[in-house]
């Protein structure tokens, strides 16, 4: 399994097929869904299949994040092409509670930043929370992010934008 990142505490890699249920398990949890869009079970398992398939087409797609220490999920990661804006590309990520507060997400994002700017020519790379989801505005903020002074609708939804530019 190819790894997007580790540092000895994380590791972003590609998933397996029988790593469904740990994915399916992390979107049972309110309160880890209350900001995110309504899916349906199905439309997760979807989700997990598009991963496996999105390995062997390129550069982007979705890999889980893992506790090194005690080899536990604990969520799951995206880097795509940002449909709202071409030439930018998008990150996000999904962590399971217990996870919470421990600067996992901030490690991840910039890693996920530093991965599309490595494989890629983008100048910018965007990220989108929804508009109550302070944690998450915290983390890309302390990722290196800047909130655009417009948001972007998604879904039927008004999410918070956040914008990182290449530096060199």
């Known amino acids: 399994m190819p790894a997007l990142y580790e540092n000895g505490e994380i590791l972003v890699r590609e998933f397996v097929p029988e790593e469904l249920d740990v994915f399916l398990a992390l979107f ?4 880890v869904t209350q900001y995110l869009p309504a899916v349906s079970p199905e439309r997760y398992r979807e989700l997990f299949q598009t991963a496996l398939e999105d390995y062997r087409k390129g550069l982007f797609g979705r890999w889980g994040i893992w506790d090194t220490a005690a080899g536990r999920f604990i969520g799951t990661c995206l880097a795509r092409p940002f449909v709202e ?8 990520y ?5 996870y919470w507060g421990k600067g996992i997400a901030t490690k991840v994002a910039k890693a996920l930043v530093e991965y599309c700017f490595s494989q ?6 965007v990220a989108l929370t929804d508009l109550d989801n302070v944690g998450s505005q915290k983390v890309l903020l302390k ?3 800047s909130r655009s002074l417009r948001n972007i609708i998604r879904d039927g939804r008004e999410v918070a934008y956040f914008v990182i530019q290449r530096t060199q």
């Open 28 to 31: 049972e949890d309110p309160a």
């Open 85 to 92: 804006a071409p030439g930018q590309l998008e990150i996000g």
């Open 94 to 98: 999904t962590l399971a509670q217990a």
């Open 120 to 125: 890629t020519t983008v100048k910018e790379v």
């Open 143 to 145: 990722a290196g992010f």
